[in-house]
């Protein structure tokens, strides 16, 4: 089945600590982008590519960093300088086609961090 | 001023009954509207996408966008618990690659 996959699920990291968290899509879709959403709150855009081997700093880039070789991979390396990471982060992709299908976005299932 | 304003609720209906969810925006070039609906740690799953003004219909939902008033809303008719979720708003400009969300709103529905 067409879809994102992110993993780990659930991790768990040390302060100080850098992590890297997996997205996978199979959808054949040009742009990717990383959330992340705290407790009760909306989404927040950390980074995003449009293309492979671009991606452009959304709005709380800092203490993040991200690759992407593939059309298929957007990996997110959460660093040791983001001061505060626990949260739930949200992978999502979108075809550049017209109309509907270029204008909606398809997340994954999440990615829950916590810094213990 | 945030571009999207969205009411976190909580909202509480009694099953069966008609909600209503709004959101309304600043930015006259958005174009592009979405509801997505999100179950607990889970990823947003859309549920309806809506261009320019007017009204769209699927099933129990009705998308409705006023483009003058610069406001959004979602109707779910014969509400289910199964439709207890947060339901986020989200919109884009045609000339812009980045889609703006709203915070969300929880709802509960209540057998």
């Known amino acids: 089945d067409g879809g994102i996959t992110q993993s780990p699920k659930y991790l768990f990291r040390k302060e100080g600590q850098n992590v890297t968290l997996s997205c996978e899509q199979n959808l054949n879709h040009d742009a990717m982008y990383w959330y992340r959403q705290d407790p009760g709150q909306g989404l927040r855009l950390i980074y995003y590519?449009?293309?492979?081997?671009?991606?452009q700093k959304g709005d709380i880039a800092e203490g993040y960093s991200v690759s992407r070789e593939k059309k298929e991979s957007f990996p997110l390396t959460v660093t040791s300088a983001q001061k505060n990471p626990t949260a739930f982060y949200l992978c999502?992709?979108?075809?550049?086609?017209?109309?509907?299908?270029?204008?909606?976005?398809?997340f994954g299932e999440g990615s829950w961090l916590t810094v213990v | 001023q945030k571009e999207v304003e969205q009411d976190p609720g909580p909202l509480s209906v009694p099953e069966g009954a008609i909600v209503s969810l709004n959101c309304t925006y600043s930015?006259?070039?958005?174009?592009?509207f979405m509801w997505y609906r999100q179950y607990s740690r889970k990823g947003p799953e859309l549920l309806m996408y809506?261009?320019?003004?007017g009204n769209k219909e699927d099933g129990r939902f009705t998308a409705q966008v006023d483009k003058s008033s610069k406001y959004i809303s979602l109707f779910i008719r014969d509400s289910q618990p199964s439709d207890s979720a947060t339901y986020l708003c989200a919109m884009r400009s045609s000339s812009a690659s980045k889609i703006i969300f709203g915070s969300g709103t929880r709802l509960s529905i209540r057998p």
């Open positions: 590519s449009q293309i492979v081997n671009d991606f």
């Open positions: 999502a992709s979108k075809s550049s086609g017209t109309g509907p299908s270029g204008n909606t976005i398809y």
């Open positions: 930015n006259s070039a958005f174009q592009y």
């Open positions: 809506t261009y320019s003004s």
